[in-house]
């Protein structure tokens, strides 16, 4: 059975740009989570959706948006990136909400 | 939401000692996990525990849900277990997923 797979591992962006990150959960599984990594503030939560709705949301300005197709795969987007957004980005799938959640490897998303 | 603190943040041990590490939070929780984080910065499945003893190996963990805690016993530690050590939880009035800062284990030959 596959795992969490995300797209693309790494990427290296200029300020003022936008982003957007792909994220395939496991099969079967219709809950997806986004974090964010970063040394300073560790990992935090961005949001959650089952179900094709976003579920909960955690404390991010609006640039941070994203959504969850039919399919499950889900998509974040970042506009106008800034230097302070360079962090690793993970994803987790579970078979539902409050289930046991399976994080993929993680984009490295650098901001220059 | 919920306040997570896990200690020690940083613990150094010889090869085969034991380890016990800690999961504190504030609320009520429907979900807790560990994770062990690799150095390509993968989270790895330790164990899905909101409450009870679960074991795995040299591994275990046990959550007292109404004493809002939680433990992660490392026995015979290899140094394969370095790494960081992350507890999240899940739960309270915004039922938010929330990650403690972690705990930096160093396992010496």
């Known amino acids: 059975k596959a795992g969490v797979t995300q797209t693309p591992r790494y990427l290296i962006k200029t300020r003022g740009q936008q982003v957007t990150l792909s994220c395939s959960p496991i099969s079967g599984h219709r809950s997806v989570s986004w974090y964010q990594q970063t040394p300073g503030q560790g990992l935090q939560f961005l949001f959650e959706y089952f179900s094709e709705t976003q579920r909960n949301k955690g404390n991010f300005p609006g640039r941070f948006s994203g959504r969850q197709f039919s399919n499950s795969r889900s998509e974040m987007n970042v506009s106008t990136l800034e230097l302070g957004d360079s962090a690793l980005y993970l994803c987790?799938?579970?078979?539902?909400?409050?289930?046991?959640?399976?994080f993929g490897q993680g984009t490295r998303l650098t901001v220059v | 939401g919920i306040q997570v603190e896990q200690s020690p943040p940083d613990l150094i041990l010889q090869e085969g000692a034991n380890s016990t590490l800690r999961c504190n939070f504030s609320?009520?929780?429907?979900?807790l996990q560990w994770f062990h984080q690799n150095p390509w910065g993968q989270l790895i499945n330790l164990f899905y525990s909101p409450s009870g003893t679960k074991q795995n190996g040299r591994l275990s963990a046990t959550t007292v849900a109404t004493e809002r805690y939680s433990l992660l016993y490392i026995s015979s530690s290899q140094t394969t277990d370095s790494g960081v050590y992350f507890c999240a939880v899940q739960g309270g009035r915004d039922d938010k997923i929330i990650f403690g800062k972690g705990t930096r284990l160093h396992i010496l030959p």
């Open positions: 987790a799938s579970s078979v539902s909400l409050n289930t046991e959640a399976f």
């Open positions: 609320d009520s929780v429907n979900n």
